[in-house]
């Protein structure tokens, strides 16, 4: 989710990059960059271990990926030779790749693959397919040719759509839950939901940004007076958790590798945005030498983070944007800034205690909160989409690619009788879309003779 700041919210900056506050104030503004986006870095394993059946590896996995979003922004921030904007930007686990790898845990499981079989899968494929940006970020200018606004918008649109079927379920109490529907189920889903709206709507800028904390915390407390709260998996979380490298094990799938390539060229794409709105809020160039030096170092960081974060077993890491607001709010665009967020993250990471908590989170309040973060998704596809004029041409792209993408995980049956391989590709909405987006973009002639106004 991103939240755009008012135009008259700390127009001159207090700290410009290369500034270096002192410890309170950087403590403050890092805070805030924290409150922001901690639940952007563990609601994807959260929705990824209890989507595929991994509740007991919640509090370790979650550690993995706080201390990898850690490492993360301190690379993005620092700056080491060229891996690194060099800007104070939060690296996290990205929803972009939510469905590529649920897609990719369900073929494991499908075939019989053990809990630990399908991490190794996860963390392999995402550990290989993360070379793709790396070797992007020489030219990611040259994508745009390819990605265009057309193509990049469906992607975006396929990634949010499915995900949302998973935010209702949790609603509901989760997939196979006993008292699935519930009244109790959608009250406190409906508690986050509302929480979430009428904070948002705020006129205060932090609440607003502390939107999704907050609606989870009174979920919590709603779920505590229901009596849905269970702290006795707590007395068994060890202290102090480091994350071993590929401590599953690694496997390679073809199946699950092809949908993760597309979306790490869409993630460069995202990231190029992200860097630039960075850039101007950061009253930084957004033309010229540096300019460039910074996106193609801000997204070679993408990529070697995201390999980073495989082999510590987390998944894959991209710039998150609304940091971007936490920069216009506090008025503080110091890089230095990032060493603080990378601490504090590094050291919630140490203490598997926190991902214990977050564990005991009842579906229906994570449901809550992620319905609006999933559409939020959605919502930024078609706005990409609506920036583009769209003509004949790009209506029959946009229809045509949707409509496979949602079609096959509406009647997956249809499938059924491809080769495995095959079968194991197409299944994602995400992977069918874009293939089609791409080939009908590069194939199907422009059409000049008229242009589809959009409202």
């Not at 930007?89 to 079989?117: D, H, N, W, Y």
């Not at 070797?135 to 040259?142: A, G, N, T």
């Not at 920036?387 to 993408?405: E, N």
């Not at 249809?414 to 391989?421: D, F, G, K, M, N």
């Amino acid at each position: 989710m991103s939240d755009i700041p008012d135009k008259h919210v700390n127009a001159e900056l207090i700290y410009h990059l290369d500034d270096k506050p002192s410890f309170w104030p950087a403590s403050f503004a890092a805070l805030q960059h924290v409150l922001a986006s901690i639940v952007g870095v563990v609601t994807p394993t959260l929705i990824v271990a209890g989507t595929l059946g991994l509740g007991e590896y919640i509090p370790y996995l979650i550690s993995c990926a706080l201390i990898a979003s850690g490492i993360g922004t301190f690379i993005q921030s620092k700056k080491i030779g060229p891996i690194g904007a060099g800007m104070l930007c939060l690296q996290g686990t990205s929803f972009a790749f939510l469905t590529a790898i649920l897609s990719a845990g369900m073929i494991v499981k499908a075939r019989g693959g053990s809990p630990e079989e399908i991490l190794s899968t996860i963390f392999g494929v995402s550990f290989c397919a993360a070379f793709v940006e790396v070797f992007l970020s020489r030219f990611v200018h040259k994508l745009q040719r390819i990605f265009t606004p057309v193509v990049t918008g469906t992607i975006i649109v396929l990634i949010g759509i499915p995900l949302i079927k998973v935010a209702v379920t949790d609603i509901g109490g989760g997939f196979g839950a006993e008292n699935f529907g519930s009244l109790q189920n959608l009250l406190l889903g409906g508690i986050v939901l509302v929480s979430v709206i009428i904070l948002n709507r705020s006129k205060n800028p932090v609440l607003r940004l502390s939107s999704i904390v907050i609606a989870l915390t009174l979920g919590m407390l709603a779920a505590f007076f229901m009596g849905r709260l269970d702290f006795s998996s707590l007395s068994h979380v060890g202290i102090i958790s480091v994350p071993i490298p590929f401590k599953y094990g690694f496997n390679f799938d073809m199946a699950a590798f092809i949908p993760l390539v597309i979306l790490f060229c869409v993630s460069a794409l995202e990231t190029t945005g992200d860097l630039t709105a960075n850039s101007t809020i950061s009253k930084e160039p957004v033309t010229g030498p540096v300019y460039l030096n910074r996106i193609r170092g801000g997204v070679l960081a993408d990529g070697v983070n995201s390999i980073l974060a495989a082999t510590l077993n987390s998944m894959p890491s991209t710039t998150f944007s609304q940091n971007n607001g936490v920069i216009a709010l506090t008025g503080v665009a110091s890089r230095y800034v990032g060493m603080y967020i990378a601490a504090i993250l590094v050291l919630m990471g140490l203490f598997p205690i926190f991902g214990a908590v977050l564990q005991t989170m009842p579906k229906p309040v994570l449901g809550g909160a992620t319905l609006v973060m999933f559409g939020t998704v959605a919502v930024a596809g078609i706005r990409v989409l609506a920036s583009a004029k769209l003509d004949r041409r790009d209506m029959m792209i946009i229809s045509i690619s949707i409509g496979m993408g949602i079609g096959v995980s509406m009647v997956p049956d249809i499938l059924s009788q491809l080769p495995e391989l095959m079968r194991n590709i197409f299944i994602s909405p995400v992977a069918i879309g874009a293939i089609t987006a791409i080939l009908l973009s590069l194939f199907l002639p422009e059409d000049h003779s008229a242009t589809v106004e959009v409202e």
